[in-house]
């Protein structure tokens, strides 16, 4: 769900993809309602590695503390 949300609107390219490349293109032109823009359509990515990280993170603790328990 979070790529979907990511990513829409997917035509004629998926929204972030466009928003990344004016950024990587030097940023020329955007105004403060492409940055928020970037930000919504990011916030699913960094949410989703976010959440990922963690629960990696808890399992090895838990591996750890089964191990040594």
Same mark, same amino acid.
């Given at each position: 769900?979070?790529?979907?949300?990511?990513?829409?609107?997917f035509v004629? &390219?998926?929204?972030? %993809?466009?928003?990344?490349?004016?950024?990587?293109?030097?940023? %020329?032109?955007m105004?403060?309602?492409?940055?928020?823009?970037?930000?919504?359509?990011?916030?699913?990515?960094?949410?989703?590695?976010?959440?990922?990280?963690?629960?990696?993170?808890?399992?090895?603790?838990?591996?750890? &503390?089964?191990?040594?328990?």
């Amino acid at each position: 769900m979070s790529l979907t949300l990511g990513m829409a609107p997917f035509v004629p &390219e998926p929204h972030i %993809v466009g928003k990344l490349r004016w950024v990587a293109g030097g940023a %020329v032109g955007m105004g403060p309602m492409d940055w928020f823009d970037l930000a919504l359509h990011g916030a699913p990515w960094v949410w989703l590695l976010f959440t990922a990280a963690t629960l990696l993170v808890h399992r090895d603790r838990a591996t750890d &503390e089964s191990a040594a328990g």
